[in-house]
């Protein structure tokens, strides 16, 4: 059975079948997550954020997730190497923090720029 999976913020959507990693996903659908250790939960790079009403779609976690993760499942962080979507799921991508410090600088620069 096949499932679809939506990315965001970009949007894109890619089908792809029921259990296969939101890692093997994204890179299906060529949306970018950071991994170094190809999908084994070793270098915690591949996080994304499943929200409370999509979270039963991504199944349960993994013992390695568990153990890697603890209380940030809570938050509904999830490792996308680890997570297989079960059905229609939608997934958030967070934002690379050296992009997001300069998307807020920028942000103050113009609003700055406003008061002159």
Not at 42 to 55: D, N, R, T, Y
Not at 58 to 73: I, M
Request: proline share 4%.
């Amino acid at each position: 059975m096949d499932v679809h999976i939506t990315f965001k913020p970009s949007g894109r959507r890619v089908q792809v079948g029921q259990g296969t990693t939101l890692l093997q996903a994204a890179r299906k659908a060529n949306v970018y997550i950071p991994t170094r250790c190809d999908g084994k939960a070793a270098c915690l790079m591949c996080k994304v954020h499943i929200s409370q009403e999509w979270a039963v779609h991504a199944g349960q976690p993994s013992d390695a997730e568990r153990r890697k993760l603890g209380p940030l499942l809570d938050e509904g962080i999830r490792l996308s190497c680890q997570a297989r979507a079960k059905s229609d799921v939608e997934v958030t991508i967070p934002e690379d923090k050296l992009k997001a410090a300069v998307r807020r600088q920028l942000e103050r620069q113009a609003q700055e720029d406003e008061l002159w």
